[in-house]
């Protein structure tokens, strides 16, 4: 069979790209930057929308809808916030198009100007608070636990397919709260929700910890965040929460009556996670036959494959096929069974691969008068013949076997490519030569930052569990209590 | 208790928005003619969303998702397209702000121009039928089943929340086929989906029929459509489904190989139901106290209050409300215990009447005693007192009887509100001071339907079950020999 990607190790871009597309998860639509979410792609959306969405009812929030525009004005509110975040973005300037008379065609009608122009949400803060300062009197009212399902826009000039578009699709938690501590809690609760989310459904292992302040969310009094490795060696960021503090209220004016019967600035949380986590789970666990996923986040978990000459042989197979089947939708084991007869199995198989479905199932004549069955598993591309006796069983233990995999051959890759380093040569090292995370001193300075991003790597986080030590700054050689982990990312 | 809400009888308009806000379905936002759906409105969108949704997969759709923005020329290329759509849209003309250095706050950056301007999606057959293109060869690439969940924005000038919003949320199903034939029949299955949607789970009944040449969708070949009686006797269009022959194909080149070897020109069809359908749902059932929400879209099916003095009684209601609340959810129904002590028994029964949940239940230290509880139900607003003893069992059929109930009072309102008119005066009188569906005979043409339309109302569809009959035009006298269906409509 031709070789359908290109091999990561010859280009991992390319391999990326490549694998995206003949996967067929996305493409490149006509408009610049936005991306198409084909079916096969928005499946594994919706599985990771429902176990999110799941996890964040289960810890008492709901979903609302805000509305897609926003006053150019209120970004100017916050003033970090419109540092960070109003100038690229997508503005709309008119309400009506109108036949061109000369040209033909249409054209935008200059009668038709907004007043105030409206801009794409790039994220929802300003909104939402404008909204939460006409729902908030007293402590009664809170605290507000929303979350909201949404397109937002950025306008960006590099793009690449899930990692980096102009649209993109995402959640965004927004919550209000009545004191500073109940704020913080939330942050942290939802930080946790994100790690759980990434390690036991991705099967991607995280380090949680707080981005420095040049690096935190425009506006946020403290940015938490999953960073992810992938295999090129570089970093992800897989989700943040953020600490807003009393910020946004004040910005908005968002005062209420405490139990002290005084007047209060309102506290905040926001916390998103996105369409990027697809890219995230293709870049972590996927190989040069495609893509791997975790069995509890592929649309499609076993595949069965029909293999016969001539149409007398098909009945028998299929009886057994259909049976195999529906044990496992008992089981609540997503399957299909890949009757075509317009394709081949070896195409068939190839298919299966590219698109990651975690076990394959083939059945022939021989495996008909056996009572037999050909298991193959994605994740080590291990083929086994079994009895179809109990072979539905297996299977449902078979795919939690492999989502522990996934995620314990990922785990394994990371311990392999972080680096504990103690001068700045061995950072050097590290980014330039090994990739991967590396785990340095740092005296909390911008200025040693600055020079730390002069490499393109930046502090990707201080992690909330690493332990306490004395250490110097490779930078600056001045003492730490702690280190962070710097590393090129994504 | 103080009135809540405006009754129907006084204003219908205003009882409608009242009771949309102080329900806390939607408000009002920032941005003129958008609105906040709020957490018990999105509950209920989100009941409807997965109904919907199951309906579409189990005929074999699948979700994909497509850009926000629709290049301005793409509108140009479908001639009745055009004519109907672009012209009220949101227009992004620009991609960056920059600091007002003069005024302070943002400005438009005048050197972000984008060079041809995008359109936020009114509708997607346009940027859709795009990508189509790419994706189809051969009649082996066909059908192409896909349904997108999104938010689109129409330009509306007059706007009521859910009912008319220049933003809304809806679903859109745009499918590709080999066969004109095949089409059609996708036009009148998702047509009967949305009807049978309408009818059993909203409890709606509707009539199903064809709009005529004028009414159609900008692009189509044929609509159909789902008409609904609302309560002050006026007509909604509950859902669509289009057939667009081969029009976007053309428009946008999309053919393919058919199984004789020869190249044509893919069939098409489109289908969509938005959230002017929780207006409908309010309009359709709700009473003076408040929402009357059929019990398979209620996000809360049963709700249970205690009612005691001081704190001494409350355990022993709580352990009994407790118990039943887990005998109900056993049986997969959606239960709230409101053992809040901020607000009294009376408020919470207003404010559950108001919100629509169907059954409440009532626990004080007399029904504990006798084990007994207080059942309400909200659509006849009957009371009774029920042994505790198998109450989960019994709610879990009164839920289906209601359910049942509130579509036959439904239906019933329609049957009264009926009427078959035989001359233009007997229309009049209907449509002055009647209201509901005039069933008369039309001559088929757009002069006779122009001077219908001068009364305001409009033909709503020619009904698919309509029976065949010799009889007149009401406007020019001509033969005709089927009845449509004329009404006011929102």
Known sequence: MAKVLTSKEENYAQWYNDLVLKSGLAENSA????????????????????????????????NAYFPLFIPK??????????????????????YRLKTDEENGGLMVDPDAKLEEELIVRPTSETIIWNTYKNWVQSYRDLPILINQ??????????????????????????????????????????????????????????????????????????????????????????????????????????????????LDHVWATSW??????????????????????????????????PIYRGNDQFPAIAEVANRIKDQLKALGISVKFDDRDTQKPGWKF?????????VRLALGPRDIENENVELARRDTLEKKVLPQEGIAEYIKSLLDEMQENIYKKALDFRSENTHRVDTWDELLDVLENKGGFALAHWDGTIESENKIKDTKATIRCIPLDGEEEDGRCIVSGKPSRKRVIIAKAY
Chains 1, 2 share one sequence.
């Open 73 to 94: 004005s209120f970004f100017s509110r916050e003033a970090q916030h419109v540092e960070g975040f109003a100038k690229e973005c997508a503005v709309v300037t008119h």
């Open 149 to 262: 399902w949404a397109n937002v826009v950025r306008w960006e000039m590099r793009t690449r397919l899930f990692l980096r578009t102009t649209e993109f699709l995402w959640q965004e938690g927004h919550t209000a709260h009545a004191t500073s501590k109940e704020a913080e809690e939330e942050t942290i609760q939802m930080a946790n929700i994100y790690a759980e989310f990434s390690e036991k459904f991705l099967g991607i292992p995280v380090v949680l910890g707080n981005k420095t302040e040049s690096e935190k969310f425009a506006g946020a009094v403290e940015t938490l965040t999953i960073e992810q490795l992938m295999q090129d060696g570089k970093a992800l960021q897989g989700g943040t929460s953020h600490f807003l503090g009393q910020n946004f209220a004040k910005a908005f004016d968002v005062q209420f009556t405490n139990k002290e019967g005084k």
């Open 31 to 62: 408009v610049r930057g936005c991306m198409v979410i084909k079916p096969y792609g928005y499946a594994i959306w919706e599985k990771m929308k429902d176990e999110l969405d799941r996890m964040f009812k289960e810890t008492g929030h709901e």
């Open 272 to 305: 998103g996670m996105t369409t990027r986590m697809i890219g995230a789970l293709i870049m972590a666990h996927s190989d040069n036959n495609g893509l791997v996923l975790p069995p509890m986040v592929a649309p499609i978990q076993v595949v069965i494959v």
């Open 350 to 358: 190839a298919e299966y691969e590219l698109k990651g479905v975690p």
